[in-house]
């Protein structure tokens, strides 16, 4: 069965530091997310993205975030200078149409020292 | 803006009985999905149960069905039968069929199976 896959499952990095997130979508989805949840609280939506572009963003997803489609397969997920208050599970999600079942990936788990 | 609540925090079920998990949301669009997933320990969200806001008849998925009253803007997740497996965090979630695109969360609830 496919599934959406995450890279790497846990990422340590000094606050200031840039990540790129990496997540692999069911091939043949059209929609793709990035949602994150901090440590006990609930799931949290970042940003979709569609036809190469962001379609919807949250407040959360400010001037340090930013995602990318660079290869048809990949959807990345950029953090360009850490703070600590970002650690958190990101999760990637992709669904074939608009309104249908978000398919989840595993999440990466960020932890900003 | 919609908002989606779940006032139970944690719950607890013997092995084989049933458990109701509430939902409430507020929303002022009339078109929309309401979906119910399960975060098990190894944290990966997995679908249980997907409504249409259109349908009457309320869903079924094996073991699990939901008591969808859209009058009341209730939508509770019913498991029957509750196996091990089941110990999970359960999110409700909301999406309306309008401009937007996101998923948008309850705070969860644990669920705890005892054997």
């Known amino acids: 069965e496919p599934e959406v896959t995450q890279t790497p499952s846990h990422q340590v990095t000094q606050m200031g530091q840039e990540v790129i997130l990496r997540c692999v979508p069911i091939?043949?989805?059209?929609?793709f997310y990035w949602y994150r949840q901090i440590l006990g609280q609930k799931v949290e939506f970042l940003v979709s993205?569609?036809?190469?572009?962001?379609?919807?963003k949250s407040e959360i997803f400010d001037d340090q975030f930013s995602v990318e489609r660079p290869d048809g397969s990949n959807f990345t997920l950029k953090i360009r200078s850490t703070k600590l208050e970002d650690s958190a599970m990101y999760f990637c999600?992709?669904?074939?149409?608009?309104?249908?079942?978000?398919?989840f990936g595993p999440g990466t788990r960020l932890t900003v020292l | 803006a919609q908002t989606v609540t779940q006032s139970q925090p944690e719950m607890s079920v013997q092995e084989a009985e049933t458990v109701t998990l509430s939902c409430t949301y507020d929303t002022s669009e009339s078109n929309y999905y309401l979906f119910w997933y399960k975060q098990p320990p190894s944290r990966q969200m997995i679908l249980v149960i997907r409504?249409?806001?259109?349908?009457?008849q309320n869903a079924t998925e094996n073991r699990f069905s939901v008591n969808f009253q859209k009058a009341a803007k209730s939508f509770s997740l019913k498991i029957s039968d509750s196996q091990l497996g089941d110990t999970a965090m359960y999110f409700c979630?909301?999406?309306?069929?309008?401009?937007?695109?996101?998923?948008?969360f309850g705070k969860g609830i644990t669920l705890s199976v005892r054997p």
């Open positions: 979630a909301f999406i309306h069929t309008g401009a937007n695109s996101k998923l948008t």
């Open positions: 993205f569609y036809n190469n572009e962001i379609s919807e």
């Open positions: 999600a992709s669904s074939v149409l608009l309104y249908n079942e978000q398919f």
């Open positions: 091939s043949n989805h059209l929609y």
């Open positions: 409504q249409e806001a259109y349908k009457q």
